[in-house]
């Protein structure tokens, strides 16, 4: 079975390690972005305006600096090889014990029918209680913005790479 998948990262490096061992994990987990330049390019284009994003199957690696490090991920996937939107998605943020997963449908944030009508059973405030269950879930509920200091971009690009 193939699958789509993209992640987003987000939140605000200002250490030099971070960037590291992020950009290290990048080489491993993101097909085609094993240049530290290919991924400091990367990073310098969407620097502080939208989030940093990437397409592949896996991310361990990504995924796992990003929860060292405190930085929130979204990612989403579809194992539907015929679905032109994501089907599924998981993100994490500091707060969270673990990744919350959620459903998407036609690009957007889905719920169960058993979700809904227990929601509905607490009024107009259940029915709000959800939504903002759902947004935090994927992230809606925080900056969509990733950001590097570019006087450290310039240092890292500047400084041969470390083992």
Not at 46 to 66: I, K, M, Q, R, W
Not at 107 to 121: V, W
Not at 138 to 146: C, E, K, S
């Amino acid at each position: 079975m193939n699958y789509d998948a993209m992640i987003e990262i987000m939140g605000n490096i200002e250490d030099e390690n971070v960037l590291h061992d992020l950009v290290e994990a990048i080489k491993v987990d993101i097909v085609g972005f094993s240049d530290q330049e290919k991924i400091l390019g990367a990073i310098s284009q969407v620097n502080g305006t939208d989030t940093l994003s990437f397409d592949a199957p896996l991310y361990d690696h990504v995924t796992e600096v990003c929860v060292r490090y405190g930085l929130p991920y979204r990612l989403q996937w579809s194992s539907d090889d015929d679905n032109i939107h994501f089907t599924d998605g998981a993100a994490w943020k500091p707060g969270f014990d673990c990744e919350k997963t959620y459903r998407l449908v036609d690009g957007e944030i889905g719920l169960s029918r058993g979700d809904l009508k227990d929601a509905l059973k607490g009024g107009i405030e259940g029915v709000q209680a959800l939504l903002n269950s759902l947004e935090a879930a994927a992230l809606m509920d925080i900056p969509q913005v990733f950001s590097v200091a570019p006087e450290l971009i310039e240092k890292f690009n500047s400084e041969p790479p470390r083992p």
